[in-house]
């Protein structure tokens, strides 16, 4: 990532939330991949349970949603102005 | 076919007598078993207009080919009977050790009419019956009839329990067993109003083989390993709880009775703040590998409570009733509990009732006992008159719709169910596919039998695809919670498999030894909403019927109008293959192959024929 790229809000819920103590933090990326791995890196405790250390990438249990729209497009364009949550996959309930 | 026993037992609590019959194999290739099977069987023997609270409603319990075959988490008993709370079909899920029992007895269902002369517990030995006085039990909670019963009959009994409220006739009350819940839809009404107040079941039977043993061992194994992986994490260590503040932030968590998507206090009853300051342990159901199940406790001065708490209790005794004290949201989950009463049904009546007040629409009862929002102890007050039918509790105990229907005033509009049934936990104005799905659902809002929120909860859809696109994703995540409560495996299990209809049409197979290919497990899906639609068509559903509330087509918040969910409608209508009105054309039945199926002349039974 070249120096100078802007940081972004992430918040986060559930599981990343307890593992990091943190409701919101910030990081840099340009894209949802590289947002993953700064927070992998920037939270250790995340590489593992939320992110996968070998892609650098979200396990299957989790998603983005960027300006309200769910996705797990690594490539997905986020800037400043943008609004990065991210989550565990699954809603619902058992039966 | 293999993993089931062919045979039900009709259990005639007027005249006290209890007889088997068959069932077809072809029941179980076109319909499964689970919620199929006891939507089939709920469609031969309800008749059309029957009294929800009367004889003639039938209140079924039914087993799958999966059960007792150690898959994961397929320890789920199905039951149905016609809703005291909608008028159309009632089915609900229960888990645990009940499920294995009633296999065990050498019976896949039982069918359950008549009345009761007293108060009784029905004890199903294997194949025996026997009818016990139970006017001793009354007045306690479901736990401890279950110990009761228990004691007197020894512990190798499963007990299926209601409380004060399904005694009294609360009509979404429910019925308990094992610490779980068949809440949803009024079960627990039905139960009381056939004066049962427990169903004692033991089975000692062998479970009947299954048609490949070492594929399904290995099947179970491979499952249950993938069911410890990140695709159930969230529920494993947190629970459902945490979609709270998530639901908040994104502007979908009913709050105040839906007038607000977001609650000011989320993060004080969040999952997480919940998991932290809360938590004590965690449960699972018999043969479940996940475990899913948050105990919490209170944290105040006041009578420590411990109670299993999920998202949908969470949120309609928290953010939906403006209550923001985790003490009383556990207080009242554990109240909802001991009176036997669905908290969603609860928590969203009382939200009514709150709004009421709001706008000072007159109630019955004296106005200082009125329950107001964000007044904990109002709710919790609120909760037990409607438990035991006191006061402003009485009225409230006919659900929100009826509520409104008495009252009058103007209150119908912010009455917040379809069809009677109270809406769960999500906003659907922002929310596309679930306000579909709750709207053409045949058990009224419920999020759990359309399983549409996944679509819209993920990048599946484009936001403006057009309304054909979110009709097709509805009806495919309703047919596969239709094939999930059928074979019956834990909604919790679906990411576990990476291509459901394949690999779980492959594991039927194996179970059943039948042939099953993944769309004909899709059509089956398909099949079991039909049936329980046509049931509903007997019982009197009309097109106006599939709606939501007023206050959520006013466009406001999402744009979410009534012309826009109309359209959705008419979209799922074409995609099922049913005519404008939603009713269902004779060629479907027959493409379904459920015109053999439902023949009028098979229909039971015992005084309905046709
Ligand atoms: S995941 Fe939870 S609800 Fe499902 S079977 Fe396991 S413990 Fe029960």
């Keep these: 990532m070249s120096t100078g790229t802007a940081t972004v809000r992430v918040e986060l819920f559930g599981t990343p939330q307890l593992l990091t103590g943190q409701r919101q933090v910030e ?22 349970p939320v992110i996968d250390p070998a892609t650098g990438w979200l396990n299957g249990g989790y998603i983005f949603v960027v300006d309200g729209r769910f996705t797990r497009d690594a490539s997905y364009p986020v800037g400043p102005e943008s609004s990065v949550l991210l989550v565990s996959a699954q809603a619902g309930g058992a039966s | 076919m293999n993993a089931v026993h062919g045979r039900y037992l009709h259990i005639d609590l007027s005249a006290g007598t209890a007889t088997a019959y068959p069932l077809p194999e072809a029941v179980f290739a076109r319909l499964i078993g689970g919620v199929g099977l006891a939507s089939y069987l709920l469609d031969r023997f309800c008749p059309p207009g029957a009294d929800p609270l009367g004889p003639e409603n039938p209140l079924i319990f039914a087993s799958s080919p999966f059960i007792g075959t150690g898959i994961t988490t397929a320890s789920k008993i199905a039951l149905t009977a016609k809703s005291p709370q909608t008028g159309m079909i009632g089915d609900s899920l229960s888990s645990s050790y009940l499920a294995l029992a009633l296999k065990r007895t050498g019976y896949d269902a039982l069918v359950i009419t008549g009345q009761a002369p007293g108060w009784t517990v029905l004890a199903v030995d294997d194949g025996e019956i026997r009818l016990l006085p139970g006017s001793d039990l009354l007045g306690l909670d479901p736990a401890a009839t279950a110990d009761a019963v228990r004691a007197e009959l020894g512990n190798s009994f499963r007990v299926a329990a209601i409380g004060v409220a399904g005694e009294r006739g609360v009509r979404y009350a429910s019925i308990s067993n094992d610490g779980r819940l068949a809440g949803r839809t009024g079960p627990g009404a039905v139960m009381g109003s056939k004066r049962l107040k427990a169903i004692a079941v033991r089975g000692t039977q062998r479970l009947p083989a299954v048609a490949d043993p070492r594929g399904v061992v290995r099947a179970a194994r491979e499952l249950a390993e993938r069911s410890l992986g990140p695709d159930t994490a969230k529920y494993r260590e947190l629970g459902t709880a945490a979609n709270l503040a998530f639901f908040s932030r994104l502007g979908v968590l009913p709050t105040r009775n839906f007038q607000a998507g977001t609650f000011e206090a989320a993060e004080a009853i969040s999952g997480e703040r919940l998991f932290l300051e809360h938590r004590t342990d965690k449960h699972g159901c018999a043969a479940c590998t996940i475990g899913c199940e948050h105990h919490y406790r209170t944290r105040d001065d006041g009578e420590t409570v411990e109670v299993r708490l ?247 918040a999402s744009g979410l109008t009534a012309a826009e969910l109309d359209r959705l409608i008419q979209a799922y209508y074409r995609v ?35």
């Design chain 2, 310 to 556: 999920e998202y949908e209790s969470l949120f309609a005794l928290g953010s939906l009733c403006g209550v923001s004290d985790p003490n009383a949201v556990l207080r009242a989950a554990a109240l909802c509990d001991r009176y036997g009463m669905d908290a969603i049904s609860t928590g969203s009546t009382i939200a009514w009732a709150m709004e009421c007040v709001e706008r000072g629409v007159r109630l019955p009862g004296r106005p200082e006992e009125w329950p107001r929002f964000g007044d904990a102890e109002g709710l919790l007050r609120t909760i037990q008159a409607i438990g035991e039918r006191r006061g402003l509790g009485d009225l409230l105990a006919e659900g929100s719709r009826r509520a409104a229907e008495i009252v009058g005033q103007g209150s119908v509009e912010w009455a917040m169910h379809v069809k009677g049934l109270e809406l769960p936990g999500y906003d659907p104005r922002k929310l596309k596919a679930m306000a579909l799905g709750f709207a053409v659902s045949t058990r009224g809002a419920c999020h759990n039998r359309s399983s549409a929120y996944e679509v819209d909860f993920s990048d599946q859809l484009d936001p403006h695809a057009e309304a054909l696109a979110w009709a097709r994703a509805a009806a495919r995540a309703e047919d596969r919670a239709a094939v999930l409560d059928s074979l019956t495996i834990c909604k919790f299990l679906r990411h576990c498999f990476s291509d459901f209809f394949t690999e779980a049409a492959e594991l039927f197979v194996r179970v059943t030894g039948l042939s099953m290919t993944a769309e004909e497990l899709r059509l089956a899906g398909e099949r079991i909403n039909t049936v329980k639609k046509l049931f509903n068509i007997r019982q009197g559903w009309t097109r106006a019927d599939d709606t939501l509330p007023p206050r959520l087509l006013s466009g406001e």
């Design chain 1, 27 to 48: 990081v840099p990326g340009r894209t949802l991949h590289e947002i993953a791995g700064v927070l992998a890196q920037e939270f250790p405790v995340l590489a593992g």
């Design chain 2, 576 to 610: 099922r293959g049913w005519d404008e009105q939603g009713l269902v054309p004779p060629e479907r039945l027959h493409e379904l192959g459920l015109a053999e199926l439902l023949r009028d002349d098979s229909r039971m039974m015992h005084g309905y024929a046709g």
